[in-house]
């Protein structure tokens, strides 16, 4: 299978070192902005086609596209690949908005092709062990409690790197428990309310954040979103069971008094991205729906939505 992959920055790299682990899939261009910047990622993973242009990338010879580009582009340049006959995986978030989260969809349904989006955390080994259980009757969920800390107060990525973009608490960072939230709970938001801090005056974003929500089931969770944190940083998802505790960091596992769970039987790796990366493939290959489709984390987006509009009323 040939792919694309488009933004050589910190997760089209985490992308790249995944894809180095998956038999029979070749990255065949890679596209940035820097052309000087994306020739020496191209180098070091010896990938033959480089562009800085997508729509040029994109008349090649491949199968799929893998979006690690800004929040703000990933609705068009997802239609973009589908329109051009590729399957796509984009990054999270799909969208920054509900209407072009709704464009993606459409476009999804009226190309047939796969439309995958990196919620990273329902194939995450800790995180599966966890729900699996919770499938298997072992396990209910009374409350998530979740902690997404950074400390970024100008645009900088994930390896500290200045970048051209903002970020974004609601639409970035609380995605990825809005929709974890219903998927661990087998059960949709059906309540959700938000408060943020002041808004920074350069970047033009609330900097802290509150979150609750409620599923269907009577499942709650409790987010609290900063990039005022110094420390520590990074995410933490405390799962609080009618049978025991839970947290997660990343892709390790501990109970609620800290005790190590031993994750590394519940998928071929203990990473992630690449997990996520073999789901996208297999389903090209098995001509299925992925696990983290378009169609179901499309309910994550309509929330967040909710919860703009209560922030800026």
């Known amino acids: 299978m040939k792919v694309i992959v488009v933004g050589p920055g910190a997760f089209g790299i985490k992308h790249l070192d995944g894809i180095k682990n998956i038999d029979d899939v070749d990255v065949v261009a890679l596209v940035g902005r820097s052309a000087e910047k994306t020739q020496k990622v191209a180098d070091e993973y010896n990938i033959p086609q480089v562009f800085t242009d997508l729509e040029e990338a994109l008349k090649i010879d491949a199968d799929a596209v893998i979006l690690c580009t800004p929040t703000q582009q990933h609705a068009a340049q997802s239609i973009q690949c589908m329109r051009a006959g590729k399957h796509v995986q984009v990054e999270i978030p799909l969208a920054d908005s509900w209407a072009d989260a709704e464009a993606v969809m459409k476009t999804q ?28 009757g072992e396990l209910n969920i009374q ?109 390790d ?36 729906e992925p696990n983290s489709s378009v169609s179901q984390v499309l309910g994550c987006y309509k929330v967040l939505h909710d919860l703009e509009q209560q922030l800026t009323q």
């Open 143 to 251: 409350q998530m409690d979740v902690q997404t800390y950074f400390f970024r107060r100008k645009n900088i990525n994930a390896k500290g790197e200045p970048r051209s973009w903002t970020d974004h608490l609601l639409w970035h960072h609380a995605a990825h428990t809005v929709d974890l939230f219903a998927y661990q709970a087998g059960s949709k938001v059906v309540k959700a309310n938000a408060i943020q801090g002041p808004v920074h005056p350069e970047l033009g974003i609330a900097l802290d954040m509150s979150i609750q929500l409620q599923a269907e089931n009577g499942a709650i969770c409790t987010l609290s979103l900063s990039f005022n944190n110094d420390g520590p940083l990074g995410t933490f998802f405390r799962y609080i069971c009618d049978n025991g505790t839970y947290i997660a960091r990343y892709d």
């Open 253 to 288: 596992l501990v109970d609620g008094k800290e005790n190590p769970i031993d994750v590394s039987d519940v998928d071929v790796s203990m990473n992630g991205i690449e997990l996520q990366d073999r789901e996208f493939f297999a389903a090209i290959k098995e001509g299925r």
């Open 109 to 136: 349904q009226e190309t047939g092709l796969i439309c995958m989006v990196g919620h990273t955390r329902r194939f995450n080994p800790s995180h599966q062990w966890v729900n699996k259980r919770l499938r298997g």
